[in-house]
């Protein structure tokens, strides 16, 4: 066996292969902090290896290994098959019963947890006004946009927390395509939100974002 030890979303993630070189990566480990899981995913013809994989989660390490399946279902553009069983994300418990496509009716379930935030509020708190925007792609290219923006308020509360979560944040919307997507089929960006600092304008937040921000 062949083993490698990598970070993965600040995580330790533990990796393992086969001798054989034919069954591809059989196990994991991730130690970090994520949510309880346990369920099993059965292959696609996506997949190079036919292997259903199990992955059970215990909150600071998630274990997953797998065993050669033969029986696969058209991928249909999901790179994932069939899966069974349950994760928590963030508030929410996800319960999978069969293959997803990302549409409406897929055999998923999320059911909110009684201890989650719930979202009690959403302020608009200025007018529109437009700014210049600039955004430098990787390629060197400088694309000179118009950025109009408002600052938003939205206010969470926990029923067992005696206070609330308020973000801050400016919601912007740009007059033409930004970013490295640019003209792709996939399309760039035509707007998105920022979140503030205290005691920052909304158009000190802009500038900010126009210096940190990338566009993938």
Not at 105 to 116: A, E, F, L, T, V
Not at 171 to 190: A, L, P, Q
Request: net charge positive; hydrophobic share 30%.
């Amino acid at each position: 066996m062949r083993f490698r030890l990598e970070m993965e979303r600040r995580s330790l993630l533990l990796r393992c292969w086969s001798s054989d070189y034919r069954q591809g990566e059989i196990a994991y480990a991730v130690f970090g902090l994520r949510g309880l899981r346990a369920d099993i995913e059965f292959p696609s013809d996506w997949h190079e290896h036919r292997r259903a994989w199990v992955r059970i989660g215990f909150g600071v390490v998630t274990v997953a290994f797998s065993f050669p399946w033969s029986k696969v279902v058209p991928d249909d553009g999901q790179c994932s098959g069939p899966t069974y069983g349950f994760y928590f994300f963030n508030d929410s418990l996800v319960l999978e019963y069969g293959k997803t496509h990302g549409r409406r009716g897929d055999p998923q379930k999320h059911i909110r947890m009684p201890w989650g935030w719930r979202h009690i509020e959403h302020r608009t708190e200025t007018e529109p006004r437009t700014y210049s925007y600039q955004y430098e792609r990787e390629s060197g290219e400088i694309q000179k946009r118009q950025a109009t923006i408002h600052k938003e308020t939205r206010v969470w509360w926990r029923p067992w927390l005696p206070w609330k979560k308020i973000v801050r944040a400016i919601n912007v919307d740009f007059n033409e395509e930004v970013g490295e997507r640019t003209g792709s089929w996939k399309g760039g960006v035509m707007g998105c939100s920022y979140s503030m600092l205290p005691h920052e304008s909304p158009l000190e937040c802009l500038r900010r974002m126009e210096r940190e921000r990338r566009f993938k």
